[in-house]
């Protein structure tokens, strides 16, 4: 079993930063495509960022620019650096990792908890 443990987040006022982190555990042989979604109150859940193993990343318009996913392969963290931040930032922010297991099956998709992330005016 694999489990994806959040960190970071919190209170800042718009143009701040904040750092969001995710760790995986478990029986994990490697980590495929790391994400970062989030969710705003009424909202459908968004993909934000994402990475691939092979550092390839990408990023939904509204934050491209401002925030920065990268990761470590050997530690099995992901990480999202948010600058300039907006109100409309403001939502619960999840990680997700694509992760084989074992040689002998393909991957399977985890989610972390959602960490809140809140942005004054």
């Known amino acids: 079993q694999v489990q994806l443990v959040p960190s970071g987040g919190g209170l800042v006022h718009a143009g701040g930063s904040l750092d969001l982190s995710c760790a995986a555990s478990g029986s994990i042989l490697r980590v495929y495509t790391w994400g970062w979604y989030r969710q705003a109150p009424g909202q459908q859940r968004e993909l934000v960022a994402q990475i691939t193993r092979g550092l390839v990343t990408d990023y939904q318009d509204s934050v491209r620019g401002r925030f920065t996913i990268s990761r470590d392969n050997v530690m099995n963290i992901a990480y999202l650096h948010m600058n300039t931040l907006k109100p409309e930032d403001t939502a619960l922010y999840y990680c997700?990792?694509?992760?084989?297991?074992?040689?002998?099956?393909?991957?399977?998709?985890?989610w972390g908890q959602g960490t809140q992330v809140t942005v004054s005016s």
């Open positions: 997700n990792a694509d992760v084989q297991e074992t040689d002998h099956e393909g991957y399977r998709t985890y």
